[in-house]
């Protein structure tokens, strides 16, 4: 149950076996009929919100739990949809694990920049600069806001931001 209380939503079994090959499958069938997982024909389960937060208030194995997470945002990163790119994000950030947490979301910043979703870009690239991360990736983040700004049409903010993030990379 440890285990499987890391995921935060909908999950293919696949990702649970990536965590902990086989056993898992078992142990949910079990938490299924007590109605606190549930699976379904398509190779996916979900671990009920409730069973999940009384889990993770235990606050056992939670050096585990980070390494659980990071197994799964791995598993994620791996897979082919903007969504689970989004999930991988996600299990980064419950991992503590701040560059691939960046990584991901400038691979998702940029999607989301290409079709016009700038507002979403810019609060990945605020959510980067609110991590612990190198001086590297800050000015990755300050240039990807200056290009956002840019695009805006903010020239004197999006100028600021260049600089900004010049000066961080010297």
């Known amino acids: 149950l440890q285990m499987a ?7 293919p079994l696949a990702a649970l076996e990536n965590l ?11 938490l299924s009929d007590w109605s606190l997982c549930f699976l379904d024909d398509t ?11 009384w889990v993770t208030q235990q606050k056992t194995f939670p ?10 945002a791995d598993y994620f990163e791996g897979q082919p949809t903007w969504d689970d790119n989004e999930l991988a994000k996600e299990y980064y950030e419950i991992a503590e694990a701040w560059e691939q947490f960046a990584t991901v979301s400038f691979r998702l910043e940029g999607h989301y920049r290409l079709i016009g979703f700038y507002p979403r870009a810019l609060e990945l690239n605020q ?6 991360i190198s001086e590297k990736t800050k000015a990755i ?8 700004l840019q695009l ?18 010297q």
């Open 20 to 30: 902990n090959p086989p056993t898992g499958t078992a142990a949910l069938a079990v």
């Open 152 to 169: 805006y049409g903010q020239l004197d903010n999006a100028l600021a931001f260049y600089e900004q993030s010049l000066k961080t990379m």
């Open 141 to 148: 983040a300050y240039n990807s806001i200056g290009l956002i």
């Open 43 to 53: 190779e996916h389960f979900e671990i009920h919100r409730l069973t999940r937060e």
């Open 127 to 132: 959510a980067v600069l609110s991590k612990p």
């Open 63 to 72: 050096d585990q739990r980070k390494a659980w997470a990071l197994k799964a």
């Open 5 to 11: 209380s890391v995921f935060v939503t909908r999950t």
